[in-house]
């Protein structure tokens, strides 16, 4: 087997197994219970993509597609923590977040 056949057979391989991962947490995002579990699978969704991308890098050879895996990852990074954010203030109203920014702000000033 020289080495450009088992590169193919990789590649394929590994797009088989991801293809089988993208699956199962598609179905994770749909019957998730609880709405970090969901974000949590939506940040691997993001890393699938990028592994499907870099797949498809190394086997055409146009490895001009990794920028496009770097600026995916980023994009997923800045996405997850706006969504742990967003996780972490539901359900408080603005009154209740600048009571308690004031409150930090009043001990940091006691110390």
Known sequence: MS??????????????????????TTIRI???RTLP???LALDL?????IAYIAVGAISTGYFLYLDIAI???LVGFL?????????????????EYE???SDK????TAK
């Open 71 to 73: 600026s995916l990852g």
């Open 45 to 49: 969704l993001v890393a699938i993509g």
């Open 37 to 39: 579990d969901r974000v």
């Open 79 to 95: 996405a997850t923590v706006a969504f742990a954010r967003f996780i972490l203030h539901r359900g408080k109203t603005n009154r």
């Open 3 to 24: 080495g450009s056949e088992f590169l193919s057979l990789a590649a394929t391989i590994s797009l088989g197994v991801l293809t089988f991962a993208f699956l199962l």
């Open 30 to 32: 749909v019957i998730g």
């Open 105 to 108: 702000a009043k001990e940091e």
């Open 99 to 101: 009571v308690k920014e």
